[in-house]
């Protein structure tokens, strides 16, 4: 059954600590994305990556690093610099080797809460 | 980039037709548009794409104009489970990577 999974569904840490939330999918997608969600607020860009060893910064990419060593991985770490890390956290892929328009495939997020 | 605005949020009946519009008025030739359903806590999941004119499958309509600076997503006879966000989306290739930017979406809520 193809997906993408996002571990763990919640997630807490302390103030200064760095956390990495993992994004796996098994469609065999070229390109993978990082958003933030934050209460009552749409989705902002994180960071994306089209290829293996290739990603560019999101709207929103301060605080924030990912890696993309295989084309199935692609984690997230926040980071201390993240003043306000606290939000849910949405991994999705696309299918760009077919169209750059392909949809984006979903997993169900991480929720994660530093106090 | 082609960016996009909705409604922040509209309201209706079980029954109802609802129709969403999204303004995308730098929307170039080769996007297309696609809208995403998100319900609480969950990720947004695909409902619609297209390019122009009318696009129908068993869930949703989407009609789009000549111009293509706006789209209308159309659900005939919502239900309470219908309630949820819902974005649209074009998609811009910026040659180094595909940016994906999401609006701030329309809120729906059904009533009885």
């Known amino acids: 059954d193809g997906g993408i999974t996002q571990s763990p569904k919640y997630l807490f840490r302390k103030e200064g600590q760095n956390v990495t939330l993992s994004c796996e999918q098994n469609?065999?997608?070229?390109?993978m994305y990082w958003y933030r969600q934050d209460p009552g607020q749409g989705l902002r860009l994180i960071y994306y990556?089209?290829?293996?060893?290739?990603?560019q910064k999101g709207d929103i990419a301060e605080g924030y690093s990912v890696s993309r060593e295989k084309k199935e991985s692609f984690p997230l770490t926040v980071t201390s610099a993240q003043k306000n890390p606290t939000a849910f956290y949405l991994c999705?892929?696309?299918?760009?080797?077919?169209?750059?328009?392909?949809?984006?495939?979903f997993g169900n997020g991480t929720r994660l809460t530093v106090t | 980039l082609a960016k996009t605005t909705q409604p922040i949020s509209m309201d209706s009946y079980e029954g109802q037709e609802v129709n969403i519009t999204c303004s995308h008025n730098?929307?170039?030739?080769?996007?297309?548009i696609t809208w995403y359903q998100q319900f609480p806590s969950q990720g947004p999941r695909f409902i619609i794409q297209g390019y122009k004119t009318k696009v129908t499958n068993e869930v949703a309509s989407l009609f789009i104009p000549a111009d293509r600076k706006s789209s209308t997503l159309s659900l005939p006879r919502v239900s309470l489970s219908d309630t949820a966000v819902y974005y649209c989306?074009?998609?811009?290739?910026?040659?180094?990577?595909?940016?994906?930017?999401f609006g701030t979406g329309t809120q729906l809520k059904v009533e009885l």
């Open positions: 990556s089209q290829i293996v060893n290739d990603f």
């Open positions: 730098n929307i170039a030739t080769n996007d297309y």
């Open positions: 469609l065999n997608h070229d390109a």
């Open positions: 999705a892929s696309s299918d760009t080797g077919v169209s750059y328009n392909s949809p984006l495939h």
């Open positions: 989306l074009v998609a811009s290739n910026t040659g180094g990577g595909n940016k994906l930017t």
